[in-house]
T-cell receptor
Framework: RKEVEQDPGPFNVPEGATVAFNCTYS??????FFWYRQDCRKEPKLLMS???SGNEDGRFTAQLNRASQYISLLIRDSKLSDSATYLC???????????FGTGTRLKVLA | NAGVTQTPKFQVLKTGQSMTLQCAQD?????MSWYRQDPGMGLRLIHY???????DQGEVPNGYNVSRSTTEDFPLRLLSAAPSQTSVYFC????????????FGPGTRLLVL
């Protein structure tokens, strides 16, 4: 089993829709969690960190469920510019190693 | 600030050749790392460093060497290039090793023939 797993998608949604992605992780000792965004042929960029109590940044909401070992990302009112690949990142075993998921591709359609 | 810079942007090598991928950051970050990204595999950690003079192996270190003589620079050396090393290589830095966020360079696309 991969340490971090994501549905590769693509998720094709119309503009204005709400879409959610999940990411599961296998190591219960994982300490920190992030969502990164990667545009085609570009470097990953931090979208948001994921806090235990959940957090929101504008149209984006991140949640952490430690009991079930997954994190989620909810995007409300999708924009064409949200089209990208969303990478789930987990800090491995409380070390300096970050483990990336393979990403979920989102396409927002006009 | 230039952030994280990588050179070259593109490189074609023949099997057996060696080369160094350069990475530099001007944010005084202690933590730096190298990843490779392959289709369907996501980003995989090659080597990382938590400060000048300190390096450690990641998930896929074989065939690569690193050194960290200064806080700013973290070069990645391919000792004897193989076609399996064809990939996109990203360098990243972070102000905090465990809880910090990472800033990525634009990447180096490497093709090994």
């Amino acid at each position: 089993r991969k340490e971090v797993e994501q549905d590769p998608g693509p998720f094709n949604v119309p503009e204005g829709a709400t879409v959610a992605f999940n990411c599961t992780y296998s190591n219960s000792a994982s300490q920190s969690f992030f969502w990164y965004r990667q545009d085609c042929r570009k470097e990953p960029k931090l979208l948001m960190s994921v806090y235990s109590s959940g957090n929101e940044d504008g149209r984006f909401t991140a949640q952490l469920n430690r009991a079930s070992q997954y994190i989620s990302l909810l995007i409300r009112d999708s924009k064409l510019s949200d089209s990208a690949t969303y990478l789930c990142v987990v800090n491995s075993e409380g070390t300096y190693k970050y483990i990336f998921g393979t990403g979920t591709r989102l396409k927002v359609l006009a | 600030n230039a952030g994280v810079t990588q050179t070259p942007k593109f490189q074609v090598l023949k099997t057996g050749q060696s080369m160094t991928l350069q990475c530099a950051q001007d944010m005084n970050h202690e933590y730096m790392s190298w990843y490779r990204q392959d289709p369907g595999m996501g980003l995989r950690l090659i080597h990382y460093s938590v400060g000048a003079g300190i390096t450690d192996q990641g998930e896929v270190p074989n065939g690569y060497n690193v050194s960290r003589s200064t806080t700013e620079d973290f070069p990645l050396r391919l000792l004897s290039a193989a076609p399996s090393q064809t990939s996109v290589y990203f360098c990243a830095s972070s102000p905090q090793g465990i809880l910090g966020t990472q800033y990525f360079g634009p990447g180096t696309r490497l093709l090994v023939l």
